[in-house]
Structures are given as C-alpha cells and as structure tokens.
C-alpha cells in the first residue's frame, strides 16, 4: 500500500462523483487515513456514510481564510499529523465576459485561487513538522487553453492560477522536503457542472478528444496517487496533464 500510515485532507471531496471522492477511495485502498472537507452539507453527510472511521468529514468554505485554518488545525488534532493534501476545491460557470459581474468572478476567485492559497497556507505549518509531504493542486485544461471547454474567461484565469501557485509553492517548499505539483484535467464524464453539460455536448466534446472519449474521475485519483506518493519523490513543481491528447505542448 503506497500510502500506508499517512494522513490525507482532501478538499472538495464531497461530491459522490467528484474527483476528491474518487481520490479519496484509492486513497483509503492504499492505507491513508481521510479526511473529507466540502463546504456541502448534504455531500458530506454522504461521504460520511460511504467512510467509516478512521476517515472523517469537515464542513468548510475553503474561501473563508478562518475556516480554512480552523478546519486544517482540526484535520491535525484529530488524525495526529497531516502528509498530503489534494488541493482540489473548485467552482465552475460557462458565463461570457460580458455576463460576468463582480460577484459571479469574485465566487470563482475566491474558490478557485484564494480558497486553494488559503488551505495549502495553513497545511504547510504541519508538513515542516513532518520534515516533508505533498501537495497536489487541481488546476484544469481550462488554464492552458484559455476555456472554451466548458469554463470561460474567469475559470481559466482561476485555474492558470492554480498551476503558477503550484509552480511558486514548489520552488519555495521544496528545500524543506515538500513537493507541490498541479494536475491539469481535461474534461470528465461527472457532474462537475451541476447538470449544466448535457449528454449532447459531452458527445461533441469527446469528438476532438484524440482518445476519442472522456476522462474518469478515478483517472485522475491515479494521477494524484502518483504525484502524492513516494512514486514521484523527484517530481515538483510540474504540471501533469490527464486529457486524452486534447491539449499535447
């Protein structure tokens, strides 16, 4: 078991059919203790009744900078220590530029780049004190493309952010032992969207994909149970692309 005895805080790992609960699952099969943070009660309460203890759940709005620390500060005092943490809280709007208000970039924003800071911010502490661990940051095509999958102008602002963030946190950390990398998905056969993304659109979508489909959820958790754990112990600072050839550089 690849992550056997490590502790794992997973933010936006509510959604049963999200990344976060994907990554959760493998984790859990390679002996990492979880915990589940989400700001949706209702997913949590899910996820409560899918993971038996050792494995928890937390409430948290990861743009909130005191409940991020809060919740972060209680992921340690309840499982001991933090090792890794899958960074992968986000939102996601199709609006045009000239449809976006402040409010509606401000949501993404927040979520997307500030909450991402906040909570990999207050993890740090607790890595030094393990003389090492990892962080994986969920970045999206999004930020490489400029949008146009589904995301536009804001989200992949948001997401190119989360790659430079990752990029700056590697290059700082990484003398004290802490490895940051970003994952860039393609688009996935869940429902990141909230329903939005129709069966029609996938279709079109999977049609330019050099795979010729989609990508899973559970494809990425291996590609965060690769960067996490000791299979990639000279790997920081990069980006790895999951997306079936859609964006090849």
Do not use: W
Not at 211 to 239: H, I, K, Q, W
């Amino acid at each position: 078991m690849l992550l056997k005895g490590k502790s794992v805080a997973i933010t936006g790992a509510g959604a049963r059919l999200g990344i976060g609960r994907a990554t959760a699952r493998l984790f859990a099969e390679h002996g990492a203790e979880i915990a589940l943070i989400d700001y949706d009660k209702q997913a949590l309460a899910d996820a409560e009744r899918e993971f038996a203890l050792p494995h928890r759940v937390y409430e948290c709005d990861v743009s909130d900078r005191s409940q991020a620390r809060k919740t972060i500060d209680q992921v340690a005092a309840d499982f001991g220590k933090i090792d890794i943490l899958i960074n992968n809280a986000g939102v996601v709007s199709p609006s045009l530029i000239d449809e976006i208000d402040e409010a509606e970039f401000d949501h993404i924003m927040d979520t997307n780049v500030k909450g991402n800071f906040m909570v990999a911010q207050a993890v740090v502490p607790y890595l030094r004190a393990q003389k090492g661990g990892a962080i994986v940051c969920i970045s999206s095509i999004a930020g490489q493309l400029g949008g146009g999958v589904f995301g536009r102008s804001h989200y992949a602002t948001s997401k190119a952010g989360i790659m430079g963030m990752a990029r700056a946190f590697a290059r700082e950390l990484a003398p004290e032992g802490i490895r940051v990398n970003a994952i860039a998905p393609g688009t996935l056969d869940n429902d990141f969207t909230k329903g939005r993304m129709t069966d029609e659109i996938k279709a079109k979508i999977a049609s330019n994909v050099p795979m010729g489909r989609l990508g899973t959820p559970e494809e990425l958790a291996n590609a965060c149970l690769f960067l996490a754990s000791d299979m990639s112990s000279y790997v920081t600072g990069a980006t790895l692309d999951v997306n079936g050839g859609l964006f090849i550089h």
